[in-house]
């Protein structure tokens, strides 16, 4: 067997690390634009305990791992220093001298560091017994210790998880994965000349594309790092802005129960019931980023009966909402706002009762929910700045649209649409157009 030496070793790893270097750059643009995915994401970004978000990110690292295998080069230790062109026919097993060189375990070792040990070695079942079909010499060994690396690197993050964090400790858990995969060989493979050369031919190449793969796959992953924890920052806003109560509401509602004792005791208790629970589910909404209409739909009738209790002949309200819309979420005190604000504002000047609509309507991707009233209407001049910033008035400091506009906007950044029409002397109405969704956020 003829095993380079000198010159010609060097040049047998700079060409090897220059390849492998090259078609490792490309998978990890391909992995980058994948990981923009939305379900891709909340499994990498969601809770690594769920069953669901081990499988999906396993099969993640694992389908890019393989990708690691078919995207090297064959090596045949008999003729080292030649690249054998990759079988036509991927089922093809491979002769018994050669052997796979590709970066596989670069990915394996990329699961474990990001995701944990559970993920590294889901991927490194997966690429592993991928690669231990392809046969070839080495083909048990390079599965063995591709699982091997994936449960390290996972491991090593675990116990030190400042390893993650540290360009040198990213470095050090490719290194020891590179050498625990050659420890593998030389152990497992026969005869041992023949695992000796391939080592010696790979060991460089491999473990410099593993150290430098891996910081570069980090750097892709801090992408989606920072993603997380700026809709960390939006829910965190978006629940502060949901947690602001008309200033007035408490006490209002508390001397009108107040005055009410005096007429109608058990009334009035019912009442009592009736604000503890609106203001248990206003703290319980307070926390959530998303409610159902039909709970939204509930406070609002509850937030109106005790203004009726204020004024009991001052308004009507009526709601005509399409049941499929019920279960959609969307962010909490959206119609709750649009109410206090046709009731607090439509009022003034009135002497007639004050009609409040809202109407509620499907349009398949979209729903769109109208609240209308019969009230004083917005001049010109004041319709133009209101949402755009808190407008003071007589009845408040016209905040509500405005923390409302905000709010969509964070849990909606490009869809959602809050028009606002009205006519002085004749009413007001605006217009809340969201996503369709289900699902809580």
């Given at each position: 067997m003829h095993y380079p030496i000198g010159s010609d070793m060097l040049f047998h790893w700079l060409d090897n690390t220059a390849q492998l270097s090259?078609?490792?750059?490309?998978?990890?643009?391909?992995?980058?634009?994948?990981?923009?995915?939305?379900?891709?994401?909340?499994?990498?970004?969601?809770d690594s305990h769920l069953w669901r978000n081990r499988l999906v990110c396993s099969a993640f690292f694992g389908i890019f791992a393989m990708i690691g295998t078919h995207s090297g080069f064959l090596l045949d230790v008999h003729q080292l220093g030649k690249h054998i062109t990759w079988p036509a026919e991927l089922s093809d097993a491979l002769k018994h001298s050669q052997a796979v060189i590709g970066f596989r375990d670069l990915m394996v070792l990329a699961a474990g560091v990001t995701a944990g040990p559970w993920i590294g070695f889901g991927a490194g079942v997966a690429a592993g017994g991928e690669r231990y079909l392809l046969g070839g010499f080495a083909g048990e060994a390079s599965a063995a210790a591709t699982v091997l690396q994936g449960v390290w690197a996972g491991l090593a993050v675990r116990f030190w998880p400042v390893l993650a964090r540290r360009l040198r400790g990213a470095a050090f858990i490719a290194l020891v994965g590179t050498l625990m995969q050659k420890a593998v060989l030389l152990?497992?493979?026969?005869?041992?000349?023949?695992?000796?050369?391939?080592?010696?031919?790979?060991?460089?190449?491999?473990?410099?594309v593993n150290t430098f793969g891996l910081l570069l796959f980090l750097f892709v992953m801090q992408d989606l790092e920072r993603d997380r924890l700026a809709n960390q920052a939006r829910q965190a806003e978006l629940r502060a802005l949901n947690?602001?109560?008309?200033?007035?509401?408490?006490?209002?509602?508390?001397?009108?129960?107040?005055?009410?004792?005096r007429r109608d005791p058990d009334a009035a208790a019912q009442y009592v019931v009736k604000l503890a629970r609106f203001l248990d589910?206003?703290?319980?909404?307070?926390?959530a980023n998303s409610i159902s209409l039909q709970q939204e739909i509930t406070q609002v009738e509850r937030y109106l009966d005790f203004q009726r209790l204020r004024f009991p002949e001052a308004f009507q309200f009526q709601r005509n909402i399409s049941p499929q819309l019920l279960p959609c979420q969307l962010p909490p005190r959206c119609l709750q706002t649009l109410a206090e604000n046709a009731l607090l504002h439509g009022m003034q000047g009135q002497n007639r009762p004050l009609k409040i609509d809202i109407i509620g309507v499907d349009h398949g991707e979209t729903l769109t929910l109208r609240v209308s009233d019969t009230g004083c209407g917005i001049a010109a001049p004041r319709l133009k700045e209101l949402g755009s910033r808190p407008v003071e008035s007589a009845a408040g400091n016209g905040s509500g649209l405005y923390q409302l506009k905000r709010s969509l906007k964070l849990a909606f950044p490009r869809q959602s649409n809050l028009a606002i029409n009205s006519w002085p002397g004749h009413g007001t109405e605006v217009i809340l157009t969201i996503p369709k969704r289900t699902a809580t956020w």
């Open positions: 090259q078609r490792v750059c490309v998978v990890l643009i391909a992995a980058h634009v994948s990981i923009r995915i939305d379900w891709l994401r909340q499994a990498l970004r969601g152990a497992l493979v026969s005869p041992y000349a023949d695992a000796l050369a391939l080592v010696v031919e790979t060991a460089l190449p491999v473990a410099v947690a602001q109560i008309e200033p007035h509401f408490m006490n209002n509602t508390l001397n009108a129960i107040k005055a009410l004792i589910d206003t703290r319980t909404n307070t926390g």
